[in-house]
C-alpha cells in the first residue's frame, strides 16, 4: 500500500477533502490534524475499520476509542443518554480539547468502547478536521495517529515516520496547535471526573461553568497501582486463572503511553538551582553516555555554565531540542512529543528534562511527561 501525503492549502482543499472524506466512509484509514494531535481516523460504524485500526496501531484492543463528530446534531448515532451537563460544557468549550464520555449507542461496534457500555465523544476544533467531518458525515472514531506506545504525532511527518505503506492517505496542515490530547471528562460518573488531563482542566471548567469536577488521579501508576487501578475509572472482568483484568475507561489510563526508545530522567526542584543541582547529579553518573535534553535555551545555558565550573564534566556528549527564552509549560507541552522524537532519532541513550508544576497546564504536560518517563527511576 502507499501512503498518499495531501498537503492543506486553500487552493483545491476542499476538492481534496471531498475525495478523502468519501474513502474514508468506505473504510479507508486516514491521517487526521486536530488541535491536540494528528489522529488515526476511520468511520466508526464499521467494525472492520476499527479493528484495522487497533492492528495498524499496535494498540491493545481494551484500550477504548474517542468518536469526532462535527456538531452535536450527530449525537444520537453515538449515545444514548445524553446528561445535561453536555449542553453546558458543549456550549463553552466545543469545537475544542474536550472528550466527554457518555452512555454509548447500541449502533455502535463494541470495538469502538472496548466492550464497554460507555463512549468517549469529542468535537475538534481544527480546520481540517472539522470540514473533513463535515464532509464524511459520519461518526468518526481517530486516536493518535503513531504507534502505540510511542510519542503521539503532532506533524504529519511523524505520522509518515509511523505508519507509512499501513493507511492510505495524511492530511497534512502543519504543526498541531497544542500539542496534547484532549481532555478526557467522565459525564457518566457523579461527580463528573477527569479521566486524562489536557489544557481544560477542573478550574477552568468551574470558571466557566459552575460545573464542580473531580480532577484526574496521579499519572503515574507504579507496578502496585496496576495491579489495583481507581474503581471509579476502571471496569473489571475476571479471567479464566481468577485474577482480575480492568478495562480502562478512557485512553491514557492503563498502558505506558509516549514514550521514546529512550529513558527520561525528569529533574526535580522548587527553582532553577535546585533543577541544576538535580541535572548535574544526574550527569555525574551517566557522563559516558550520550545525552539528550530537553528544555528551554536559558536552563540549557545554565547547566552548561555549571559543567564547565565542574572538574571532569565538561565533555558530557549532548543532543539538545530547546526552544527559546525561559521555561514556559505552555511552549515545553507544544514541543514535547516532537522533541521526545528528534532525540530518539539522534540516538541519545538518556533524556534529561526539567519539572514543572502541576498547575494550569503543568498538569497535563506532567502526566505526559511521567508516563512517558515511566520506565525510568525517579
Not at 74 to 92: C, G, K, T
Amino acid at each position: 500500500m502507499v501512503t498518499k501525503l495531501i498537503t492543506i492549502d486553500q487552493a483545491g482543499s476542499e476538492r481534496k477533502l471531498r475525495t478523502v472524506a468519501a474513502a474514508l466512509v468506505q473504510g479507508a484509514l486516514v491521517g487526521m490534524p486536530t488541535e491536540t494531535v494528528y489522529g488515526l481516523a476511520g468511520n466508526a460504524l464499521l467494525p472492520d475499520t476499527v479493528r484495522r485500526i487497533f492492528a495498524v496501531k499496535g494498540r491493545p484492543q481494551d484500550n477504548p476509542l474517542i468518536i469526532h463528530l462535527y456538531d452535536q446534531s450527530q449525537l444520537d448515532q453515538v449515545s444514548e443518554l445524553v446528561p445535561p451537563e453536555f449542553y453546558l460544557l458543549y456550549r463553552e468549550f466545543c469545537p475544542g480539547p474536550l472528550t466527554m464520555v457518555m452512555t454509548r449507542s447500541q449502533a455502535l461496534p463494541s470495538e469502538v468502547s472496548a466492550g464497554l457500555d460507555t463512549v468517549a465523544i469529542r468535537f475538534p476544533a481544527q480546520r481540517t478536521a472539522r470540514n473533513l467531518l463535515r464532509l464524511a458525515g459520519v461518526p468518526v472514531v481517530a486516536p493518535s495517529g503513531n504507534l502505540s506506545g510511542s510519542p503521539s504525532p503532532t506533524q504529519a511527518q511523524h505520522m509518515l515516520d509511523d505508519l507509512d505503506g499501513k493507511i492510505e492517505y495524511i492530511l497534512d496542515d502543519g504543526p498541531c496547535a497544542l500539542g496534547v490530547e484532549s481532555t478526557v471528562l467522565d459525564l457518566t460518573a457523579s461527580p463528573p471526573q477527569i479521566l486524562r488531563p489536557g489544557v481544560i482542566t477542573a478550574e477552568l471548567i468551574l470558571e466557566r461553568t459552575g460545573l464542580t469536577v473531580r480532577e484526574a488521579p496521579s499519572a503515574v501508576l507504579t507496578k502496585a497501582s496496576r495491579a489495583v487501578p481507581p474503581a471509579e475509572s476502571q471496569t473489571e472482568d475476571s479471567s479464566q486463572s481468577g485474577s482480575v483484568i480492568f478495562t480502562p475507561r478512557s485512553p491514557g489510563q492503563k498502558y505506558r503511553h509516549y514514550a521514546p526508545q529512550a529513558p527520561i530522567f525528569i529533574a526535580r526542584g522548587k527553582d532553577r538551582r535546585e533543577l541544576i543541582t538535580s541535572l548535574l547529579s544526574r550527569i555525574e553518573l551517566e557522563a559516558d553516555r550520550r545525552l539528550g535534553f530537553f528544555g528551554a535555551e536559558d536552563t540549557f545555558d545554565a547547566l552548561q555554565k555549571s559543567l564547565s565550573e565542574m572538574n571532569g564534566l565538561q565533555s558530557a556528549d549532548f543532543v539538545t531540542y530547546l526552544y527559546p527564552g525561559s521555561e514556559q509549560v505552555e511552549t515545553a507541552t507544544h514541543e514535547l512529543f516532537a522533541a521526545l522524537r528528534k532525540l530518539d532519532a539522534a540516538g541519545v541513550e538518556l533524556i534529561l528534562t526539567p519539572a514543572f508544576p502541576r498547575q494550569g497546564f503543568g498538569i497535563a504536560y506532567m502526566d505526559r511527561l511521567e508516563r512517558a518517563a515511566e520506565s525510568e527511576e525517579k
